[in-house]
T-cell receptor, first 111, second 113 residues
Framework: SQELEQSPQSLIVQEGKNLTINCTSS?????LYWYKQKYGEGLIFLMM?????EEKSHEKITAKLDEKKQQSSLHITASQPSHAGIYLC???????????FGAGTILRVKS | DVKVTQSSRYLVKRTGEKVFLECVQD?????MFWYRQDPGLGLRLIYF???????EKGDIPEGYSVSREKKERFSLILESASTNQTSMYLC????????????FGQGTRLTVV
């Protein structure tokens, strides 16, 4: 089973619409990361959250780590075709040095 | 710019062959990771290393081994390739834990026939 659960698994939105992707853990998260991946390529770093309640934005993408540090959400405002891809959350879990990732959310944006 | 370079983008190997996937980073990072990525399963950690000659098993180490003889290079070895090891393999490196970005290579798409 995945230590990080992402939802939804896939998403199709009309261009211009807002959307949210969630990442949930049963354990306390330390250093929650969001990455984006174009099909068949490496991962591109979007942002990192460390503190409970922390929120960061980059262009039209905002991510937040909840107070208990067990869930993060990624919100895209006014989606564009360039936002299409796979979004992955990753985290160093409570114990050890393992950097683990969720299964990813496939985002398609219809023009 | 930080660079993580994987030796091949595409690789086709035969069942039973010994396969080496190489990863090199140029930022003097202590930590290096190997993942495989399969549809619907995301990135699954195979092995990671936090120092030269040190290695730790990830979640799916069976059928794989690793080598880290130098700080900048982390090799993934498939001792006897099987068709179920056909996958996208991604290497990553980071300078620490918990508070630092991990940088990824472009990936190696391995097909075992």
């Amino acid at each position: 089973s995945q230590e990080l659960e992402q939802s939804p698994q896939s998403l199709i939105v009309q261009e211009g619409k807002n959307l949210t992707i969630n990442c949930t853990s049963s354990k306390t998260l330390y250093g929650l990361y969001w990455y984006k991946q174009k099909y068949g390529e490496g991962l591109i770093f979007l942002m990192m959250l460390q503190k409970g309640g922390e929120e960061k934005s980059h262009e039209k993408i905002t991510a937040k780590l909840d107070e208990k540090k067990q869930q993060s959400s990624l919100h895209i405002t006014a989606s564009q075709p360039s936002h299409a891809g796979i979004y992955l959350c990753g985290a160093f879990m409570e114990y050890g040095n393992k950097l683990v990732f969720g299964a990813g959310t496939i985002l398609r944006v219809k023009s | 710019d930080v660079k993580v370079t994987q030796s091949s983008r595409y690789l086709v190997k035969r069942t039973g062959e010994k396969v080496f996937l190489e990863c090199v980073q140029d930022m003097d990072h202590e930590n290096m990771f190997w993942y495989r990525q399969d549809p619907g399963l995301g990135l699954r950690l195979i092995y990671f290393s936090y120092d030269v000659k040190m290695k730790e098993k990830g979640d799916i180490p069976e059928g794989y081994s690793v080598s880290r003889e130098k700080k900048e290079r982390f090799s993934l070895i498939l001792e006897s390739a099987s068709t179920n090891q056909t996958s996208m393999y991604l290497c990553a490196s980071s300078s620490g834990f918990l508070n630092t970005e991990a940088f990824f290579g472009q990936g190696t798409r391995l097909t075992v026939v």
